[in-house]
């Protein structure tokens, strides 16, 4: 044993290193700040070993067996009281363990609260790198952890922020304000709220997120549905997707702006009206509009949807598709007592469910107003006739109109009144009578003719003085024309006609001029004159009714204008009908009369052609409704996310920024709220943001970022 200065060898050529007066480290490595003798060595150490000079890396070691245990503060410890201590921490904490890195031990040597200095508040606990606990009684743990300037303040998540009372108890989660909570992980609870979804947002005394990127804004609101909005004292958003805004609002699984929605009405989108029981995807849009069925739309103030779905249409003739009768509930822009309006700037509808404006209403009374003028069809008229034989698309349309119309069969109303009807297959005999005769042809025409010879009792021309009876011919004082020469015989009972009273006239004078020659006398030939003269009067009158009887005849023909024979004219008082007009043929090259059986066939065969049309353009139209939507769709996310991205965000370090923009694309518009946060050092920020658009839809953003 040698003692050099104040240091004590033990065995000869054990130096110790260490001088009196060197201090020593405290639990944590750190300088000891204490300077009395019990920390700090006021004599040299005694040494019991060596470290050799040349191999630091080899030493040479002795125990110090036998050493009681030690009692003053300057003692030495023996092992039985190091295992006392031991027994004593293992017995009061169980299950908690630190750990300061995963890879080794000088990865994270500077990072906050390295030396437990994160708790600065009174009474206030932080475990975790860079965890700080600032209030008092704060709890701050997990790793980026804070709580900040408030009593009782908890933050328990990874880069979770707690400030004046608030509990952040996730990762990410936010939670600022007394009796606040942010148990969701990315959650933001501000003044009093309580978000527990995950990416949830709660602002608000009483205010509650409880689902998944929720949105709860208000005081004592409340949201229950994922992706789902409440904004405005007492709202209540209950199911997926809901948006309600305003005081007391409800909306289950819906969009509620100023109104109400009952309960079992979900999918529902109402602006400033209600939406009745179970009025499942209903609209009400308008102050005091009223939807009482599913699918039903009320569009505009004092607006009642009353029609339900099911309901045939005005004409529909029985017809149950689509077309004729309504698959939802009906659409109302009044309430048929004493609000109407009136639908503007209406373009022309194509398909069979297009609505009709004003002007295709004015083309269709032009076509009804249009007159066929005796002789010729309107030329427009007939190009439709001729383009719409040519389109014959609705084969199976046609067949059962058909079928319909010989399952009636067919009438046959005789000159008497009476009526019988008859069906398809059934032979019908027709019979002439007396003067009539009815034939068929080899290809099966029935033909009916007068006979050659027919029995009358009086023949009469309407408008005309002549009659026809069996007692003679009575020709009212007019001429007959084209009389055949008379048989002139002392029996003979024919009229004369000019050209033979004529000759009689001849005869007179040729007996005039000869009386002398032929020797006859005066008396005798003045006798024949006077007999020829009566004769003559006799066959003059005669000739006249004739002729008087075919002049009225030829008043009541049909003939020419002209001798050009181009154009026959019909001038009864009130137009006149042509009757019994056969069939004309129909094609291009066509010049003959149609009749009104013809044209009634080419107007159902356009009603049918028509309606198929029509039915097109509605499924093209449901088509263009549809794309419509689905554009309506993108153009409303776009100015969600334009929103979003209008959002400002915080620029000091240790601030936080509650923002709120709005966004507008192509007639969409978006409202979004956002909240940022930055870390004390600036290096660390946390971005919020979430919109509603005009469409219903919920865009949710979350961002951090970490400079350096």
């Given at each position: 044993?040698?003692?050099?200065?104040?240091?004590?060898?033990?065995?000869?050529?054990?130096?110790?290193?260490?001088?009196?007066?060197?201090?020593?480290?405290?639990?944590?490595?750190?300088?000891?700040p204490?300077?009395?003798?019990?920390?700090?060595?006021?004599?040299?150490?005694?040494?019991?070993?060596?470290?050799?000079?040349?191999?630091?890396?080899y030493?040479?070691?002795r125990?110090?067996?036998?050493?009681?245990?030690?009692?003053?503060?300057?003692?030495?410890?023996?092992?039985?009281?190091?295992?006392?201590?031991?027994?004593?921490i293992?017995?009061?904490?169980n299950y908690l363990?630190i750990?300061?890195?995963?890879?080794?031990?000088?990865?994270?040597?500077?990072?906050?609260?390295?030396?437990?200095?994160?708790?600065?508040?009174?009474?206030?606990v932080?475990i975790?790198?860079?965890s700080?606990?600032t209030?008092?009684?704060a709890?701050?743990?997990g790793?980026?952890?804070?709580?900040?300037?408030r009593?009782?303040?908890?933050?328990?998540?990874?880069?979770?922020?707690?400030?004046?009372?608030?509990?952040?108890?996730?990762?990410?989660?936010?939670?600022?304000?007394?009796?606040t909570?942010?148990?969701?992980?990315?959650?933001?609870a501000?003044?009093?709220?309580?978000?527990?979804?995950?990416?949830?947002?709660?602002?608000?005394?009483?205010?509650?997120?409880?689902?998944?990127?929720?949105?709860?804004?208000?005081?004592?609101?409340?949201n229950?549905?994922?992706?789902?909005v409440?904004?405005?004292?007492?709202?209540?958003?209950?199911?997926?997707?809901s948006?309600t805004?305003?005081?007391?609002?409800?909306?289950?699984?819906?969009?509620?702006?100023?109104?109400?929605?009952?309960?079992?009405?979900?999918?529902?989108?109402?602006?400033?009206?209600?939406?009745?029981?179970?009025?499942?995807r209903?609209?009400a849009?308008?102050?005091?509009?009223v939807?009482?069925?599913?699918d039903?739309?009320?569009?505009?103030?004092?607006?009642?949807?009353?029609?339900?779905?099911?309901v045939?249409?005005?004409l529909?003739?029985?017809a149950t598709?689509a077309?004729?009768?309504s698959?939802?509930?009906?659409?109302?822009?009044?309430n048929?007592?004493?609000?109407?309006?009136?639908i503007?700037?209406?373009?022309?509808?194509?398909?069979?469910?297009?609505?009709?404006?004003?002007?295709?209403?004015?083309?269709?009374?032009?076509?009804?107003?249009?007159?066929v003028?005796?002789?010729?069809?309107?030329?427009?008229?007939?190009?439709?006739?001729?383009?719409?034989?040519?389109?014959?698309?609705?084969i199976?349309?046609t067949?059962?109109?058909?079928?319909?119309?010989?399952?009636?069969?067919?009438?046959?109303?005789?000159?008497d009144?009476?009526?019988?009807?008859?069906?398809?297959?059934?032979?019908?005999?027709?019979?002439g009578?007396?003067?009539?005769?009815?034939?068929?042809d080899?290809k099966?025409?029935?033909?009916?003719?007068?006979?050659?010879?027919?029995?009358?009792?009086?023949?009469?021309?309407?408008?005309?003085?002549?009659?026809?009876?069996?007692?003679?011919?009575?020709?009212?004082?007019?001429?007959v024309?084209h009389?055949?020469?008379?048989?002139?015989?002392i029996d003979?009972?024919?009229?004369?006609?000019g050209?033979?009273?004529?000759?009689?006239?001849?005869?007179?004078?040729?007996?005039?001029?000869?009386?002398?020659l032929?020797?006859?006398?005066?008396?005798?030939a003045?006798?024949?004159?006077?007999?020829a003269?009566?004769?003559a009067?006799?066959?003059?009158?005669?000739?006249?009714?004739?002729?008087?009887?075919?002049?009225k005849?030829?008043?009541t023909?049909?003939?020419?204008?002209?001798?050009?024979?181009?154009?026959?004219?019909?001038?009864?008082?009130?137009?006149t009908t042509?009757?019994?007009?056969?069939?004309?043929?129909i094609?291009?090259?066509?010049?003959?009369?149609?009749?009104?059986?013809?044209?009634?066939?080419?107007?159902?065969?356009?009603?049918?052609?028509?309606q198929?049309?029509?039915?097109?353009?509605g499924?093209v139209?449901?088509?263009?409704?549809?794309?419509?939507?689905?554009?309506?769709?993108?153009?409303?996310g776009?100015?969600?996310?334009?929103?979003i991205?209008g959002l400002?965000?915080?620029r000091?370090?240790?601030?936080?920024?509650?923002?709120?923009?709005?966004?507008?694309?192509k007639?969409?518009?978006?409202?979004?709220?956002?909240?940022?946060?930055s870390?004390?050092n600036?290096?660390?920020?946390?971005?919020?943001?979430?919109s509603?658009?005009?469409?219903?839809?919920?865009?949710?953003?979350?961002?951090?970022?970490?400079?350096?």
């Open positions: 044993m040698s003692q050099t200065d104040s240091r004590t060898l033990l065995n000869q050529g054990y130096l110790s290193p260490v001088a009196d007066g060197t201090p020593s480290h405290d639990i944590n490595g750190q300088p000891n204490d300077y009395s003798n019990t920390w700090v060595p006021n004599l040299g150490e005694v040494s019991i070993g060596k470290t050799d000079d040349n191999n630091p890396n030493q040479w070691t125990r110090v067996t036998n050493l009681a245990a030690g009692y003053d503060d300057t003692d030495a410890v023996n092992v039985a009281q190091l295992k006392a201590v031991e027994a004593k293992g017995d009061s904490i363990s750990n300061k890195t995963a890879d080794d031990d000088s990865s994270l040597p500077e990072l906050d609260n390295f030396n437990n200095d994160g708790a600065t508040g009174d009474y206030a932080a975790g790198a860079k700080s606990a209030g008092h009684g709890v701050a743990i790793s980026v952890a804070k709580t900040i300037n009593t009782q303040t908890v933050a328990s998540g990874e880069f979770s922020y707690a400030a004046q009372g608030g509990l952040a108890s996730n990762t990410n989660s936010i939670a600022i304000g007394h009796d909570q942010a148990a969701g992980i990315d959650s933001l501000l003044q009093g709220g309580k978000a527990r979804g995950t990416a949830s947002v709660a602002i608000g005394e009483g205010t509650t997120s409880d689902a998944a990127n929720g949105v709860t804004i208000g005081q004592f609101t409340k229950s549905g994922e992706k789902s409440a904004l405005g004292y007492g709202s209540y958003a209950k199911g997926n997707n948006f805004f305003g005081g007391g609002n409800y909306a289950n699984d819906s969009i509620l702006l100023k109104g109400t929605i009952q309960e079992g009405a979900h999918k529902a989108i109402v602006l400033g009206g209600s939406a009745g029981l179970n009025a499942e209903s609209v849009i308008g102050s005091d509009s939807v009482f069925h599913s039903g739309i009320a569009l505009g103030a004092y607006s009642e949807a009353k029609t339900d779905a099911g045939q249409g005005y529909s003739n029985g598709n077309t004729w009768q698959t939802n509930a009906a659409m109302s822009i009044g048929g007592s004493r609000v109407t309006r009136q503007t700037s209406l373009a022309a509808g194509t398909e069979d469910t297009d609505a009709v404006n004003v002007a295709q209403l004015k083309v269709v009374k032009a076509l009804a107003d249009t007159k003028d005796k002789d010729y069809v309107d030329s427009a008229l007939k190009d439709l006739i001729d383009s719409t034989l040519l389109v014959i698309d609705d199976s349309s067949v059962n109109n058909i079928s319909s119309t010989v399952e009636k069969g067919f009438n046959i109303t005789t000159s009144g009476t009526t019988t009807n008859h069906q398809l297959g059934e032979t019908i005999t027709v019979d009578g007396k003067n009539i005769a009815t034939t068929t080899d099966g025409a029935v033909h009916v003719a007068m006979k050659d010879d027919i029995e009358v009792k009086s023949v009469s021309v309407e408008g005309s003085t002549i009659v026809i009876t069996q007692d003679g011919i009575n020709a009212g004082d007019k001429k024309s009389v055949a020469d008379g048989a002139v015989s003979s009972k024919e009229a004369v006609n050209s033979q009273l004529f000759a009689v006239k001849n005869t007179v004078d040729k007996a005039r001029q000869t009386a002398q032929a020797e006859v006398k005066a008396s005798d003045q006798s024949i004159a006077k007999t003269q009566t004769e009067k006799v066959a003059k009158s005669t000739s006249d009714k004739a002729i008087a009887a075919v002049e005849l030829n008043d023909a049909v003939k020419y204008d002209d001798s050009s024979k181009d154009k026959v004219t019909l001038s009864g008082s009130q137009g042509i009757a019994n007009v056969k069939d004309g043929a094609n291009a090259t066509s010049q003959d009369a149609v009749n009104g059986r013809q044209l009634h066939a080419t107007n159902t065969q356009v009603m049918k052609n028509t198929s049309i029509n039915q097109l353009n499924r139209n449901q088509l263009d409704g549809k794309i419509n939507k689905v554009n309506k769709e993108a153009r409303a776009i100015a969600g996310a334009a929103a991205a400002p965000q915080v000091g370090n240790g601030k936080s920024m509650l923002a709120a923009a709005v966004g507008n694309y007639g969409q518009n978006a409202i979004a709220l956002g909240y940022t946060r870390s004390d600036g290096k660390l920020l946390l971005k919020l943001g979430g509603a658009n005009t469409q219903g839809d919920i865009v949710s953003s979350v961002g951090i970022g970490y400079e350096w």
